[in-house]
C-alpha cells in the first residue's frame, strides 16, 4: 500500500505539472516578451517633426520690400528739375490754356532766329566796300564800281548799285533811286518783326484769358460747394496764376529777341 501512494503522488505531481506547461513547449517568461515586442510592433509610430523649410522667395520678398521702399523715398527726397517743374506746372495750368501761350513762344522764337540768320547774312563790310567804289569813281571806272557792288552782298550794296546804275541821268535822280530802293530793302530787313510783335502782344493775352476763366471757375466752385474753403478755391486760382506767369514769361522774351532785331 505504501509503495502505491508513493507512486500515486509521484503522477499526480507529473499531471500539474504538465498542466501548468505551455502548450507550444516554451516558458511564460518568453511567451510575455514576445507579447510585449508584438505591442510595442503594433504601436503606431510617431513621425518626426520635419525641419521648417526655409523658403527662399518669402525671405527675398521682404529684402525686395525694404529697396523698393528706399528707392521711392529716395526718389520722393531728389528734388525736381528744372524740366520737371516746367512739365508738372504745364499740366497743372491746363494744356487749353498752356498750349496756345507755348505756340506763341515757339513762333516768335522761330521768328527770330529766321531774322538773327538773315541779318548776319546781310551784314556788309561798309568801310571797305565805300573805299572800293570811291577808289573806281574816282578813277571815272564806274562799271568796276557796280562790278564792286554786284558781287558784294547785303542791303548797302545794292543801294549803291542802284546810285551808280543812274549816275548819267543826273543827281536827283540819283538821290530818288537810292531813296526808294533803300525803303525796299529796310522792308525786307524788318520783314517778319510784325508777327514777332503779334506774339509779344497775344502771350499775355493768352495768358489773363486764363486768369479771368480760371476765377470763374473757382466762383462756380464755391457755389456749387456753398462754402469758401481753400481747397476749393484753390484748383481755380492755380489755374489762373499759372497762365499769366507764363504767359508774362513769353512776352518778355520776345520783347527781348525783339528789341535785339531792331
Aim: glycine share 8%; hydrophobic share 45%.
Amino acid at each position: 500500500d505504501k509503495v502505491k501512494f508513493e507512486i500515486m503522488r509521484w503522477a499526480v505531481s507529473k499531471v500539474v505539472e504538465e498542466g501548468k506547461k505551455p502548450a507550444n513547449g516554451r516558458p511564460e517568461k518568453y511567451e510575455a516578451d514576445e507579447d510585449e515586442a508584438e505591442v510595442k510592433k503594433a504601436k503606431p509610430k510617431r513621425m518626426k517633426k520635419a525641419a521648417p523649410v526655409e523658403d527662399p522667395v518669402v525671405e527675398e520678398a521682404p529684402a525686395e520690400a525694404e529697396e523698393i521702399v528706399e528707392e521711392v523715398s529716395t526718389e520722393e527726397a531728389a528734388p525736381l528739375t528744372f524740366h520737371q517743374v516746367l512739365k508738372q506746372k504745364y499740366i497743372e495750368g491746363g494744356a487749353g490754356w498752356m498750349t496756345p501761350i507755348l505756340l506763341c513762344l515757339l513762333f516768335g522764337l522761330a521768328l527770330v532766329i529766321e531774322r538773327v540768320l538773315y541779318l548776319n547774312l546781310a551784314t556788309t563790310n561798309v568801310e571797305k566796300l565805300l573805299a572800293s567804289i570811291e577808289e573806281n569813281v574816282k578813277k571815272g571806272d564806274y562799271n568796276a564800281a557796280k562790278e564792286v557792288c554786284r558781287n558784294t552782298p547785303g542791303p548797302v550794296a545794292s543801294i549803291f548799285y542802284q546810285g551808280l546804275d543812274r549816275i548819267d541821268e543826273g543827281l536827283e535822280n540819283v538821290e530818288k533811286a537810292i531813296t526808294s530802293y533803300g525803303g525796299v530793302q529796310m522792308g525786307r530787313l524788318e520783314s517778319n518783326l510784325s508777327w514777332i510783335a503779334l506774339f509779344i502782344a497775344i502771350a499775355p493775352m493768352f495768358g489773363f484769358l486764363g486768369t479771368v476763366i480760371g476765377m470763374v471757375q473757382a466762383f462756380d466752385d464755391i457755389e456749387r460747394a456753398g462754402d469758401i474753403s481753400p481747397t476749393v478755391v484753390a484748383g481755380g486760382m492755380k489755374v489762373a496764376l499759372i497762365t499769366t506767369v507764363f504767359g508774362l514769361i513769353c512776352g518778355l522774351i520776345l520783347q527781348i529777341c525783339y528789341n535785339y532785331l531792331i
